[in-house]
């Protein structure tokens, strides 16, 4: 029996797509549905791209049944948040408790939580002079980018790398090392 990830995503996805692209046919897990707070989002049209069905929500589907009845019709296991903006409510994890994984642009504990994502991540992370940055991958909790560490990446920085090379290179470790740690994770788990 397969393993089933959702993956929640409110932009782009170019990391849906690496996650998507790392376990199509795959033999123990696979990608049933993208869910978005966004209907504009072009990771819809990736997820329609490959097949996979997906679910916008409005603010409130959150917090009540209509979520869990959704992840339930598509048989979810564990979810991946891929550039995804909101925050999970507690019924979310506490229904999937150690299930839900996030990537964030940065090697917390610096430079997370609310309003810490995309470019303003890496606008402080170049506004600080640092050295390296990388990429957390980390268990969701109740907190904005405080769940449990599980893997993080470094690259190093020149002091004159702009926000844009700094997103440049942690977007380059995202793809490389994202889906195999999802992969890694739920292997250890089946």
Do not use: W
């Not at 507690?90 to 999937?96: E, H, R």
């Amino acid at each position: 029996m397969k393993t089933n990830i959702a993956i929640f995503a409110s932009g782009g996805g170019s990391n849906a797509e690496q996650i998507i692209r790392h376990f199509h046919n795959h033999e123990s897990i696979q990608i049933a549905l993208v869910v978005s707070n966004n209907e504009n989002a072009y990771v819809l049209e990736r997820a329609t791209n490959h097949d996979i069905p997906f679910y916008v929500h409005a603010t409130g589907d959150m917090e009540g049944e209509l979520m869990m009845s959704i992840l339930k019709v598509y048989k979810i296991d564990f979810i991946v948040l891929a550039g995804y903006l909101k925050k999970i409510t507690p019924n979310l994890i506490n229904a999937f408790p150690n299930k839900i994984v996030n990537i964030h642009p940065a090697l917390l504990p610096k430079y997370g939580g609310k309003g810490m994502y995309g470019m303003n991540v890496h606008r402080a992370v170049a506004e600080a002079k640092e050295r390296e940055s990388g990429i957390t991958i980390h268990f969701v909790n109740e907190n904005y980018d405080e769940g449990s560490i599980i893997k993080q990446y470094t690259c190093e920085l020149n002091l004159s790398d702009s926000a844009e090379d700094i997103q440049r290179k942690v977007l380059s470790l995202e793809h490389q090392y994202f889906a195999s740690s999802i992969e890694t994770l739920i292997e250890q788990n089946q």
